[in-house]
């Protein structure tokens, strides 16, 4: 069975440029987490969804950071314009469980973004 | 404030060697604690899952306690290999809010 896939693997981009990420979590997991991770540091939650909901965007930095899961399915997370400070690996997960409880999370190899 | 405390921040150890991550936190009203291992560029594996009701999960040589009345959790690795070289990370669920420590970085030398 596949497991989460993430891409792209590696972005480089000019400060004040926009990017996206893409993730399709494991078939079945309704889901879906996005993470940041600094270097040195455990991942953050950015956002989470159940389904195409977004249950949990409190830490999600609304005025450049947006996602969507339009189909319940595989998500976006778009940064626009970047600045210096997200340079971070970004992490997709997923779960199966729903409801209000989080199962066993299984990761993505994540997607390091370098700001210059 | 729910935290997550990993110690110690570094671990180098020779092969064979056991050894004992801790993790620590706040707030002893968890769901679940799940570790995890990052090697370096990749993701985060879920190695074991402990429910608030379980005191103990084992998989091959790895062994998870919780004692939520102390707010601790420890990861034993038994006869530890160049191999198990990664970092760890202890992550607690509190109702929905899942928080990662910062992991322990073990170095096994051969």
Do not use: M
């Not at chain 2, 669920?93 to 990662?100: C, D």
């Amino acid at each position: 069975e596949a497991g989460v896939v993430q891409s792209p693997r590696y972005k480089i981009i000019e400060k004040k440029q926009p990017v996206a990420f893409w993730c399709n979590p494991i078939s079945g997991h309704n889901t879906l987490y996005w993470y940041r991770q600094n270097l040195g540091q455990g991942p953050e939650l950015l956002i989470r969804y159940e389904n195409e909901e977004a249950v949990d965007d409190s830490q999600l930095p609304k005025d450049r950071f947006s996602a969507e899961r339009l189909k319940g399915v595989d998500s976006t997370l778009k940064i626009q314009p970047a600045e210096l400070g997200d340079s971070a690996v970004y992490l997709c997960a997923s779960s199966s469980k729903t409801g209000g409880a989080t199962g066993e999370l299984f990761f993505g190899e994540g997607s390091r973004l370098t700001v210059l | 404030k729910q935290e997550v405390t990993q110690i110690p921040a570094a671990l180098s150890v020779p092969e064979g060697e056991n050894l004992v991550l801790n993790c620590s936190f706040t707030d002893s009203a968890i769901y679940n604690l799940q570790w995890f291992r990052q090697d370096p560029g990749k993701g985060l594996t879920s190695l074991l899952l402990i429910q608030s009701s379980q005191r103990e999960q084992t998989s091959g040589r790895l062994n998870a306690s919780l004692d939520k009345s102390s707010g601790r959790s420890t990861l034993y690795i038994a006869a530890s290999q160049p191999g198990d070289s990664a970092t760890y990370l202890c992550a607690v669920l509190w109702g929905n809010k899942l928080v990662f420590g910062a992991g322990t970085i073990l170095r096994v030398k051969s």
